[in-house]
């Protein structure tokens, strides 16, 4: 109605009017057409609802239209159920190298950490340990085997080779006495590896009194984590070491006064884990057993004393005598030279690791002590201060750095 347009008030009403009817109709129009459309689906649903054939098709096409839009391919894999699960089924199986100390510190080590070298390389750096402590134990295993260990109280614990904690090469480890359930004043004086346990090999085990022991390997294939008896024990007696032989083997037993006995293992009878043995060894007073071991034709035995003296003599000098008696001399004693600390065989590319009382530590090669007879007193092998003594003696032999 305005000067821009020129409408009359009819004409404005007119067009008003027209809009509003128009706009009304539409929305009707809407309204009836959705309101049939609901209708029908709710017809069909409950069509759907009440014939369970219909039903199914419809979550059949439905779930296939899901996996079309969102199928991947499936990770983890349904299988029969296999039982209980294991730890070990949860680790891989590999190979290890579990380092123990004569300080009774333990730990176990990737063998990717020691790279291979060729003979007469300086090595690499093993683990960083107290004074006056070196390795006692050296076993090349794998994360599933088996570990038995034998204390000085006649018991015996085993533990998997993935229980003992993996360390760096140069850590220190942890006291075994975490892992175990040792008495007090129980130490570990053996541990032997247990891949499996072949009914042909035995166990063989030496008393500080003399007293030894058979017994077949698979007599210790038991999961107690309480520890088992070994081997019945005399009061005030100890067990020195545990050895593996085949059964036919000559076993080679020194005192600490000297003496040596090697025998054939085929005189002690397979005994029960619980048995106490028979005699091995007849000690003079004072005297006890430090070292047993297999007589091998193609090496030497070591003796040092814990004044620093040794020597290495051939097994061949020793005859083989009868299980029980005293044996014969295995190195000649003076008062300054002191007693027999330890013995154990060697080959001749094998070194020795010395620790003194002080701590002081000397590697020497086994080339380097010479070879005497059995009366002989030995040579100079550790060079030791006032008051000093020698501690105790490990061998490193050469497959090991290799």
Do not use: W
């Not at 038995?148 to 360390?167: D, K, M, Q, T, W």
């Not at 500080?208 to 698979?218: I, P, S």
């Not at 999961?223 to 076993?251: N, W």
């Not at 009878?269 to 193609?298: F, H, I």
Request: proline share 2%.
């Amino acid at each position: 109605m305005g000067k821009q347009f020129g409408f009359s008030e009819r004409q404005a009403i007119d067009i008003l009017d027209m809009q509003l009817r128009q706009l009304t109709r539409l929305s009707r129009i809407d309204l009836e057409t959705e309101q049939k459309d609901v209708q029908a689906q709710i017809k069909e649903l409950k069509a759907i609802l009440n014939d369970d054939k219909k039903l199914r098709a419809v979550i059949s096409k439905e779930l296939s239209a899901v996996r079309e839009t969102f199928a991947t391919d499936r990770v983890c894999k349904i299988t029969a159920d296999v039982g209980e699960m294991s730890v070990e089924d949860l680790v891989d199986n590999r190979e290890l190298v579990v380092v123990m100390t004569q300080a009774q510190y333990i730990k176990s080590v990737s063998a990717d950490s020691f790279r291979s070298q060729g003979r007469g390389g300086r090595g690499v750096s093993g683990a960083k340990m107290k004074d006056a402590d070196i390795v006692r134990n050296v076993i090349f295993t794998t994360s599933h085997a088996y570990l038995l260990f034998f204390s000085n109280r006649g018991r015996v614990y085993r533990l998997r080779a993935l229980e003992i904690p993996e360390r760096e090469r140069t850590a220190k480890g942890i006291p075994i006495v975490n892992l175990l359930p040792l008495q007090n004043g129980e130490t570990i004086q053996a541990i032997i590896d247990t891949r499996e346990f072949p009914g042909a090999r035995y166990l063989f085990f030496v008393s500080r009194q003399g007293q030894v022991k058979k017994t077949a390997f698979n007599e210790y294939d038991s999961s107690r984590r309480d520890g088992l008896i070994a081997l019945k024990l005399r009061p005030k007696d100890e067990l020195v070491r545990v050895i593996e032989t085949g059964g036919t083997d000559d076993v080679f037993i020194v005192s600490r006064g000297g003496q040596t006995i090697r025998f054939s293992e085929k005189q002690v009878r397979p005994m029960g884990r619980s048995a106490a043995g028979v005699r091995g060894m007849r000690l003079r007073a004072g005297d006890e057993v430090v070292s047993v071991d297999v007589a091998k034709d193609d090496a030497s035995i070591l003796l040092v004393t814990e004044s620093g003296y040794g020597k290495r003599t051939q097994i061949s000098n020793f005859t083989r005598k009868g299980r029980g008696g005293m044996g014969m001399i295995g190195i000649k004693l003076t008062g300054k030279k002191g007693r027999v600390v330890a013995a154990f065989m060697v080959g001749i590319e094998d070194e020795i690791v010395a620790v003194s009382s002080a701590g002081t530590t000397i590697r020497t090669p086994v080339k380097e002590i010479s070879s005497q007879g059995r009366a002989a007193t030995g040579v100079r092998v550790m060079s030791l201060g006032a008051g000093q003594v020698v501690a105790s003696v490990a061998p490193i032999l050469a497959s090991d750095e290799e």
